[in-house]
């Protein structure tokens, strides 16, 4: 990938269980941000974070981001089968476009 | 969910035939991509528009052209399709203003398949 990769590709969890994803990145960001993309369907956006800011929450979603380690990680609490989708973390490097990285594949198993 | 809508979800056609995916948004965002997602694979920017009449290319080089006549229609063309565009093409839009990379809001995608 160009700029993000994401850590594991695939990942298995009970219902119930928290699931954490993680992703590298290769260079100086203005923000980084998470997006869910449920089979067939567009992707959609969970959380931003921006380069200044090291810890992010969104109900049961929790974003870190170590600028240092150029790493991010997203955990998701108390994970439901409908959590079941691809996640990917996009970062701005630049003034205008995101780069995706290759997504982290997530089945919760009820 | 956003208010972005992409025409048609699914198109199998053969080979040489001219396609336009179309792409339609009702929020008044002045930027608009299209990105090329392959089945598990990461998505690539192939081109995007900062308002009307701007068009630029995108990271991964296309044989497809875009147009942005109208602030809300930012279309896909592909004068001659050919099987190594088969792949999925995601139409994206964000907002205004001065802060830079804000969230984009994504349409399902059309699942296009050259023959």
């Known amino acids: 990938s160009q700029q993000g990769e994401e850590d594991p590709q695939a990942l298995s969890i009970q219902e119930g269980e928290n699931a954490t994803m993680n992703c590298s990145y290769k260079?100086?960001?203005?923000?980084l941000q998470w997006y869910r993309q449920n089979s067939g369907r567009g992707l959609v956006h969970l959380i931003l974070?921006?380069?200044?800011?090291r810890e992010k929450h969104s109900g049961r979603l929790r974003v870190t981001l170590d600028t240092s380690k150029k790493s991010s990680s997203l955990l998701i609490t108390a994970s439901r089968a409908a959590d079941t989708a691809s996640y990917f973390c996009a970062t701005a490097p630049g003034a205008n476009n995101l780069f995706f990285g290759t997504g982290t594949r997530l089945t919760v198993i009820p | 969910e956003a208010d972005i809508y992409q025409t048609p979800r699914y198109l199998v056609i053969g080979t040489g035939k001219k396609i336009t995916l179309e792409c339609s948004q009702t929020m008044g965002h002045d930027k608009m991509y299209w990105y090329q997602q392959d089945p598990g694979m990461e998505l690539h920017l192939i081109h995007y528009?900062?308002?009307?009449?701007?068009?630029e290319k995108g990271d991964l080089s296309s044989e497809s052209t875009v147009s942005r006549i109208r602030t809300e229609h930012f279309p896909l063309t592909l004068e001659s399709a050919r099987p190594s565009h088969t792949s999925q093409y995601l139409c994206a839009s964000s907002e205004n203003g001065q802060a830079l990379n804000q969230p984009q809001h994504f349409g399902d995608g059309t699942r296009l398949s050259i023959l």
């Open positions: 260079t100086s960001i203005n923000n």
């Open positions: 974070i921006r380069s200044n800011e």
């Open positions: 528009s900062y308002g009307v009449n701007s068009t």
